[in-house]
């Protein structure tokens, strides 16, 4: 298996415009976790689906953020519109279950 | 409200001796801890976990030792790698949220 894999590794963009990020979770993984990593709040769980359904997502910032699970293999994190302090890594990761998560190498997201 | 808590942002050990990183909780309700190691540029990796009902869980040169009385759980690496120079990370989550909960990191470093 692949692992988690997301794309793009890194994503600059002017502020205002909208950002996609991808993920494809490890197959047969039935919870996706979007994570954001930053220098002054660390790791941070911004939403969470299980079955492809959204659990919790009460770690997303704003309405600026969401989150889609279409199917078992693909999930997406927009921002729109983005702005200079959504500047980060954003992490994906799936499980089987608690605790075991497997990460994805991560988008590095710089919104000038 | 930080549930866990990694006290020391940085550690520095001499290669070949043992690495001691720390981890405080206060939420009494966790069942399992785990520890992720974290290299730039790269999602966090499982390391080892353990669950509540154990003190001790030992895996290689890795050994996780949990004091439910004290709140606290330590990770030992014996011995020490140039290979082990990683962010280390602490997280926790109970059987009822599948929710990680984790801690800051510590940044550890061997020196050769």
């Known amino acids: 298996d692949a692992g988690v894999i997301q794309s793009p590794r890194h994503e600059v963009t002017e502020m205002g415009q909208e950002v996609t990020l991808r993920c494809k979770p490890i197959?047969?993984?039935?919870?996706l976790f979007w994570y954001r990593q930053t220098m002054m709040r660390g790791l941070e769980l911004l939403i969470y689906?299980?079955?492809?359904?959204?659990?919790?997502d009460s770690g997303m910032p704003e309405d600026r953020f969401s989150a889609k699970m279409p199917n078992a293999s693909f999930s997406t994190l927009k921002i729109q519109p983005s702005e200079p302090r959504d500047s980060a890594v954003y992490f994906c990761?799936?499980?089987?279950?608690?605790?075991?998560?497997?990460f994805g190498s991560g988008t590095r997201l710089t919104v000038v | 409200d930080q549930q866990v808590k990694q006290n020391s942002p940085s550690l520095s050990v001499q290669e070949g001796r043992i690495s001691i990183l720390n981890c405080d909780y206060t939420n009494s309700m966790f069942d399992y801890f785990l520890w992720y190691k974290k290299y730039p540029a790269e999602g966090p990796t499982f390391l080892i976990s353990?669950?509540?009902i154990k003190d001790k869980n030992e895996d290689g040169r890795f050994t996780v030792f949990l004091n439910k009385s004290a709140k606290h759980l330590s990770l030992h690496i014996v011995p020490s790698q140039p290979g082990d120079s990683a962010v280390y990370f602490c997280?926790?989550?109970?059987?009822?949220?599948?929710?990680?909960?984790w801690g800051a990191g510590t940044k550890l470093i061997i020196k050769p």
């Open positions: 990761a799936s499980s089987l279950g608690p605790g075991g998560y497997t």
């Open positions: 689906f299980n079955n492809n359904v959204p659990i919790d």
């Open positions: 197959s047969g993984h039935d919870y």
């Open positions: 353990i669950s509540s």
């Open positions: 997280a926790a989550y109970t059987d009822s949220n599948y929710q990680l909960i």
